[in-house]
Structures are given as structure tokens and as C-alpha cells.
């Protein structure tokens, strides 16, 4: 077993052992997903403050530092091409989306990123990234967002519309089906969208639930039977869909932009298409929880469902909801982009529901040896090259230095005041440093639009009410990387029209008022 445990050197962080000995931490991953990263720092929270935030966890051949602090976050961040988050994007593409070993060993250069100061052009894994921050922002995420309030109505309407009866869902799969359709159909054209074939969407969540297996990237044939079959259902029907030259020409601007950066380098159509499995994952794994959680919060609670309704009615309707009765028939205007800039509660509401239910490991690779530094304590540890970093979300989310006394608590007011500045190593849900997620506005402004029109036109109550008459609110199940988990049995829920709504027409749209934006 010596041999297995690393040499601990004295300026690490400070060792903790496991419980079960050299395999006790991996099956605690294993068995835990990103939660198990939490629990750690939970339990050794306060003993990593006295000793700099940080601590080391022996694993089989190697070791895990689990970071506690948001100044200590911060030390990583500042040396994130060493840090890194690479050998992730490129084990991903290797395990999960099943490149080819061209396609993967372009994303596995210039893992250091120095190529640019050297004066070489970028490879291909940063080409594709910055394709990506460079859709999700300004100009291209405004003409992105239009799409995605066409879509998100149109399905929202398919899905429920405007039924005189009361319609009974599981509303985790419920918004699984509705948000699937309208994310892929925005990202990938409605007309050649391959998630209208109901195996294809199949097939992508069953790869989701299955990441532990398939990732070992042993006969996945055999180990992951189901998933694998799936995965190769998603990549046959994104296979016809490059073969198609209109279907391209339909897709969205990130899709196209990632699509030259991966031909530029050389990549082909066939590992394009098995890289969009990784496309929907980012689109799709989080977003959809977080739509969850978010009506889950809202409808449990009528005080907050009051007031974010009378908040999003009092832009929607100037003269009041009761003129909605005189309105029939005619079509009702509902301008995300102003009802988020209006009443900013629903924003905040919204990053409070992240904050809390954010669950991430933003996982880091250490690719040489390195001296991080607190500017806090002014301490310095050294990390070694090989080693698993992790900086859990929930970690920093509950610390009260952060976020002050209320840390632990949902206060649905903690963003409301734009004008204050959260600090990046203490608001971690779309993690940070120079993996920060690029669909952050997107994921942002669409669960906003989600909340916002649910609110506005349903009332939701579940099936089963807890022993007080209120929600029960499901368990969380777990995940080896998702941030915000899906609950592990989901919730059966009544979805009825609102009396004081029917018989409108409904238009959703973002358009900026470009005197306002910031
Ligand atoms: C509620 C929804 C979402 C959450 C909570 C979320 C969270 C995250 C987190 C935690 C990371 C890793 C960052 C790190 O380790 O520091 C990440 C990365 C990423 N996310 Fe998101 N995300 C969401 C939605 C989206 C959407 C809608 C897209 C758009 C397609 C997206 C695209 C990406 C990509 C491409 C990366 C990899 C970044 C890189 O390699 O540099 N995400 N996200």
C-alpha cells in the first residue's frame, strides 16, 4: 500500500488520511460525485483556515488538494496555466466523447498555453474556446437570445399552452423534455434539429447518467451497454446533420464559429459531430436542474411567488393584471430584456438559486510543480505536478467571511444590488479563472425567461404535499461533474393556467434598449 501513497512533502498542504486506507478518498469520489469534494471540505473547513485553506488528499498513484478558501482560490486562479483546467477538456474528449486520437491529441497541445507568447498561432482546444466566450457575449448573444425566447415559447406552448385542465408532470422530466427541445433547437436550427428524434435525446441523457462508466473508457460496449448505444444514436444523427450543408447554414452563430475553428485545424466532420456531444452537455446538464430548483423555490414559497409575480406584472401589464381580462385575444408582449433590467429581484432571485444549489468541483490539474501563494495569509504551499486540485463550490457558497452571516441561508435579495461587486473567488457556480463558463449570461438570461414565464402564466402545486401541507422537497442524487444536481426520485406536480391570464396570446422577445445597457 507504501507504494501507492505518494511522499507527502512538508510544504504541501497539510495531509488528511482517509478512513479506508489508499483507496478510501477515490471511492469516496466515486461513490459521491462532485458532493463527496464538499464533504471534505465540510468536515476539515476549519482546519485548513488554520492551516492556509487548503488541503491534501491521498488517492492511489497520486493526490487530490481540496481548496476551502476564497483567497486561496484566488492563488490558483492566478496561476491557472499551471493550475489547470486543459487535461480536463481533453480527458472529456477522449472518454466521453469518444474522439478520434487526431482529433484529441490537437486539443491535448500547448496544454500551457504559451504558444501565443511565443508567437505561434493558438491550437486548436483555445481556438474553439474563445469561439465560444466570443458567441455567448455582447452583439452575438443578444441575436442568440431572440432565438432562444422564439424557441422557449413556441415548446412551452406545445408542452402546456393554455390547457383548461390541469396538467399532472414529473417536473424535473417535464422540464428535461421542454428545455432539451428549446435549447437544441436554438443551437441547432428547428428544422434539422437531430433531438427530434426522441432516441437521440434518449441516448444524450442516458450518456449523462452514465459518466462514471462510460469515462473509465474500458469496452464501453460491455460496462456501459445502454449509454454507449446512445452515444453512438446522437453522434449517427449529428453525422447527417454535418452531411447536410443546409443544416449548417440554418445552425446558430456558435455552432458555425466552432465549426471553422475545428476545421481550421483540421478536424474532421465525423469528431465535429462527436464534440457537439459535449456542446449539449454544457447547454443542457446545469441549466436544466437549475429551471428545477428554481420553480421548486419559487412555487414552495407565496410570499416570494407573489412578490416576483406583481414584479414581472407590474412591466408586462402597466395598467394592472385585472386589464388582462380585457385583452383577450390580443397578443401580450413579454420583453425579457426589459423585464430584467426593470426588476432586478427576479435576477437575483434567480443567482441565489445557483448560488445555493451550486455543487461544482471545478476540477484543476497540476502540470508542473508550483508555488501558490495567499495573499491573505501570505502563506505558500507547493503543489505537485501530476496532483487533482479541486475548489468545491458549496465550500465558498457557506462561507460567512464571503458572503457574511446569511451564507447558509436563501436570501432571495443577495444580488439585488448590482452596483456591489461580488468577488470572483467567492461566487463560484460557473466557476472561474480562465475556465470560466462561457454560457453564463445565456444560462442566466434563459432561466430568468423560464421563471419569468411560468410565474407569469401557471400555478404549480405538487402532487404530494410534506407532513406541514407545504413541498417536499426532493433529494438530491449525485454526478462525477455536474454543478447542479437532479434530484434523485423527481417530483410529481399539478401545472394549472392562471385564471387571471387565460385566453391571452403570448409574444416572447428580447430587445435591448440600448440607452439602458450597461
Ligand atoms: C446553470 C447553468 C450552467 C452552470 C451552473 C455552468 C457551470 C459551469 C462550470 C462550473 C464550469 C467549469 C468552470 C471551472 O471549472 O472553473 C463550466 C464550464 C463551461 N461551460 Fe458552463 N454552466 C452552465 C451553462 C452553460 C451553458 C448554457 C453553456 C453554453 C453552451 C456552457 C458552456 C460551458 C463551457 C464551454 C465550459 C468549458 C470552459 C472552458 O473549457 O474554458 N455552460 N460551466
Known sequence: ??????????????????????????????????????????????????????????????????VTSPSMIAACDRKAKVVSFSVFVVEFARRILAGSSHAVDLLNQDLKEEWEREGKEIGLRQETMRAMHKSLMGENLDVMMRSVMKSLLALLDEA???????????????????????????????ENNPFQDKEVMKGFWLVDRC??????????????????????????????????PKALEQASYIIK????????????????????????TALLVNTVPAAGWALCRVYSDENILKE???????????????????KQGQVIK?????????????????????????????????LEDTMIEDRESRRSYLLKKGSFLGMPSATVHGSEAAWGSTAKEFDPRRFLDRSKKISPSA???????????PGRHLALNELTSILAMMVLRYDIEPVERGSGGGWKMPAKGAHISTSILTPA??????????????????????????????
Not at 37 to 50: N, P
Not at 308 to 326: M, N, Q, T, Y
Request: net charge neutral; proline share 5%.
Open 308 to 326: 416576483l409575480r406583481s414584479g414581472i406584472e407590474a412591466v408586462v401589464f402597466p395598467d394592472g393584471i385585472a386589464s388582462a381580462k380585457e
Open 489 to 518: 426520485k423527481d417530483i410529481q406536480v399539478r401545472i394549472r393556467s392562471r385564471e387571471e391570464v387565460t385566453g391571452l396570446k403570448w409574444d416572447l422577445v428580447w430587445e435591448v434598449d440600448e440607452t439602458r445597457k450597461e
Open 1 to 66: 500500500a507504501r507504494s501507492l501513497t505518494p511522499y507527502h512533502d512538508p510544504r504541501e498542504p497539510f495531509l488528511v488520511p482517509p478512513k479506508i486506507p489508499v483507496f478510501g478518498h477515490l471511492i469516496g469520489v466515486l461513490a459521491n460525485g462532485t458532493g463527496y469534494y464538499s464533504q471534505m471540505a465540510e468536515r476539515y473547513t476549519a482546519k485548513a483556515k488554520d492551516k492556509g485553506g487548503i488541503f491534501t488528499l491521498p488517492v492511489p498513484n497520486g493526490k487530490m488538494y481540496i
Open 427 to 437: 461566487w463560484r457556480t460557473f466557476g472561474g479563472g480562465n475556465a470560466l463558463c
Open 160 to 190: 402546456i399552452g393554455e390547457k383548461e385542465e390541469v396538467v399532472e408532470k414529473p417536473l424535473f422530466g417535464f422540464l428535461q423534455d421542454f428545455l432539451t427541445m428549446a435549447g437544441t433547437n436554438f443551437m441547432f436550427g428547428e
Open 257 to 280: 464559429a466552432r465549426y471553422q475553428a475545428n476545421r481550421k485545424h483540421g478536424v474532421s466532420l465525423e469528431d465535429i459531430a462527436r464534440f457537439d456531444l459535449g456542446v449539449c
Open 334 to 366: 413579454v420583453n425579457m430584456w426589459q423585464v430584467t433590467d426593470a426588476f432586478p429581484l427576479l435576477e437575483s432571485f434567480m443567482k441565489e438559486v445557483l448560488r445555493v444549489e451550486s455543487n461544482n468541483a471545478s476540477a484543476r490539474f497540476v
Open 211 to 244: 459518466y462514471t462508466s462510460l469515462g473509465l473508457n474500458v469496452r464501453p460496449d460491455l460496462i456501459a451497454k445502454e449509454a454507449n448505444r446512445g452515444r453512438e444514436k446522437f453522434f449517427e444523427a449529428f453525422r447527417k446533420f454535418y452531411a447536410n
